[in-house]
């Protein structure tokens, strides 16, 4: 009980620190998401992290701080019942953070394993997530989904993330990688492989979190 209190109040500093609004409700689903990870991990491997530490900071944290990015463009946009597509989205990461977040929006996260998209379609239950749909299906296959951010977490390389989930995007959507470093190598080979570029990199303060980490947004060329 203490550490989910201690948990609860990290959370809400973390949200704080980033500028998102958090509804006690919203930290509670968070807490019963993270609860369930490791839960499930113990079983079923969905992740490498064991710590609840780790798993807090680096999966959960992680993924809030995309947040105020990803609201920003749309609000400029003026899209509100945003269509959100999680490429390689394995334990739900970020996308179940982002339904929880942002119940106007359809978050719906894919992943060609079977057992991950079995607990992110247990958590939309579990979690009382209308918005959140789990697809076991490889991103190639599936038919084009027009949506306003594609977002990826550590699923590939920029060149391989682009070109396999590229038209998944709307002519004025984005496509955004979750990345560590600047990853310059990956930029070239974009460039080099594809039609689609870099378009800005933006620095992510990930709360607790000691280690860069950054957001590539990319744009087809015939975009540009």
């Known amino acids: 009980m203490a550490a989910r209190e201690n948990y609860g109040q990290r959370l809400e500093a973390a949200a704080g620190m980033l500028g998102l609004d958090m509804a006690s ?30 798993m807090l900071i680096q999966h959960v944290f992680d993924s809030l701080a995309v947040l105020p990015h990803v609201i920003n463009i749309l609000y ?8 959100i597509v999680d490429v390689g ?18 978050v719906h996260c894919i992943d060609a394993v079977e057992k991950k998209m079995a607990f992110v379609r247990q958590m939309s239950g579990a979690l009382h997530l209308p918005n959140l749909q789990a697809v076991h299906q490889r991103v190639e296959t599936i038919a084009p989904y027009q949506a306003d951010v594609v977002v990826s977490r550590a699923f590939a390389s920029l060149s391989d993330f682009a070109s396999l989930a590229g038209r998944h995007v709307a002519p004025k959507g984005h496509l955004l990688a979750m990345k560590g470093r600047q990853p310059s190598e990956e930029i070239d080979a974009l460039r ?28 087809h ?3 540009l």
């Open 25 to 54: 409700g919203q930290r509670d689903s968070l807490l019963a998401y993270l609860d369930q990870l490791q839960r499930w991990n113990r079983t079923y491997n969905l992740t490498a992290l064991r710590d609840p530490e780790q």
């Open 192 to 219: 080099r492989q594809t039609d689609w570029r870099v378009s800005h990199i933006q620095s992510l303060a990930v709360p607790e979190l000691n280690a860069q980490r950054c957001l590539v947004w990319m744009t």
């Open 76 to 83: 400029k946009n003026t899209v509100e019942n945003a269509l």
């Open 221 to 223: 060329q015939g975009a």
């Open 89 to 106: 989205s394995g334990a739900g990461l970020p996308g179940v953070i982002m339904a929880i977040m942002q119940p106007g929006w359809s």
